[in-house]
């Protein structure tokens, strides 16, 4: 990430697993904290929105939805409007993976 570049979204997840074998939240162009594996970093990520009340960015609000809800089992109208999401997930019950959410295991 350059230095002094203007971010869209207030936080940022940096995996750098060729240069380290950890993950780091940026929030607001300074280190923010450290995780040991991508399940943490992305709960970590997550718990830095919800907490902050950090709306997600227009690039990356799709994946940050399909991970509230696949992987943390949380929908409100936002999962439920975002058609990418729902097709997925009725892709995903339709060939025949359980009721639930997809795991967050290393």
């Given at each position: 990430?350059?230095?002094?570049?203007?971010?869209?979204?207030?936080?940022v997840?940096e995996?750098l697993?060729i240069v380290?074998p950890?993950?780091h939240?940026i929030?607001?162009?300074?280190?923010?904290?450290?995780f040991?594996?991508?399940?943490e970093?992305?709960?970590g990520?997550?718990a830095?929105?919800y907490?902050?009340?950090i709306?997600?960015?227009s690039k990356v609000?799709?994946?940050?939805?399909?991970?509230q809800t696949?992987?943390?089992g949380i929908?409100d109208?936002?999962?439920?409007?975002?058609?990418?999401?729902?097709a997925?997930a009725?892709?995903?019950y339709n060939h025949g993976?359980?009721?639930?959410?997809?795991s967050c295991?290393?």
């Open positions: 990430m350059k230095e002094g570049s203007e971010l869209e979204s207030k936080a997840l995996l697993p380290c950890a993950a939240l929030l607001e162009s300074k280190h923010f904290m450290r040991d594996t991508t399940c970093a992305i709960l990520l997550m830095t929105y907490v902050f009340h709306e997600y960015s609000l799709n994946a940050l939805l399909f991970i696949m992987v943390l929908e109208e936002c999962t439920q409007g975002c058609s990418s999401v729902v997925f009725e892709a995903y993976h359980s009721a639930g959410y997809l295991t290393d």
